[in-house]
Every structure is written in structure tokens, then in C-alpha cells.
């Protein structure tokens, strides 16, 4: 069992940055693969940044270049700094882990946070 905390949202205007946190707690195993996902009202739930166990990234198009995925096994806490934050990034921020390699931004992962909003404005 998994149990993830997420932290950091809040409100920002257009151009600004927040670093979102999710702390960790369970088998680190089960941790090898983890994400960010978002969930703005009436869209479906999208794949933002993912991070697996070897250190390897990826990121949906929209934030390539503005995001940063990273990982501190330490603190047993997984980051996501946001730069030139925009409106359309409005949305509920999850943070996911899974024991299972290479899930990227699908939506299969098997233990999900409860979300952190975050809501940018002109």
C-alpha cells in the first residue's frame, strides 16, 4: 500500500512559478514509476510529467520547456516545479505511483493522491 500527500498548489498570475510536492509513504517498490496528472473542470484527466526509476522522463507536450519532473528517494517526496505558469495550466493536480515500469502518462497507475489546486490568472 501507497499513501500520497500532494502540497504547493495555490494561486499564481500568468508567467508565474509553483513547485508542487507529493510526500510518499509505502513500499519504496511500489514507488518506481510516479506522475503528475491534472484535471481541469468538464476535461478529462490528462498526463502532465512522469519520472521512473531510473531517473528517465517524460512530458505531454503542452509543458515541455515550463516543467520539471524530479524525484528525492531521501525525502521519499516527488516534485514538480512549474514555470510561465498560463491559464489553461488551471487545473487539479494529481501526483501517481506505481510498482510497475513505464506506465509514462498513461492512466493506469495504481495509487493516486488526492489532488492540489492550481489556478493561474491573467
Do not use: H
Amino acid at each position: 500500500q501507497v499513501q500520497l500527500v500532494e502540497s504547493g498548489g495555490g494561486s499564481v498570475q500568468a508567467g508565474g512559478s509553483l513547485r508542487l510536492s507529493c510526500s510518499y509513504f509505502g513500499y519504496p517498490s511500489s514507488t518506481d514509476c510516479m506522475g503528475w496528472f491534472r484535471q481541469a473542470p468538464g476535461k478529462e484527466r490528462e498526463g502532465v510529467a512522469s519520472i521512473e526509476w531510473d531517473g528517465s522522463t517524460s512530458y505531454a507536450d503542452s509543458v515541455k520547456g515550463r516543467f520539471t519532473i524530479s524525484k528525492d528517494n531521501a525525502k521519499n517526496t516527488l516534485y514538480l516545479q512549474m514555470n510561465s505558469l498560463k491559464p489553461e495550466d488551471t487545473a487539479t493536480y494529481y501526483c501517481a505511483a506505481d510498482g510497475r515500469d513505464g506506465l509514462g502518462l498513461t492512466d493506469e497507475y495504481n495509487y493516486w493522491g488526492q489532488g492540489t489546486q492550481v489556478t493561474v490568472s491573467l
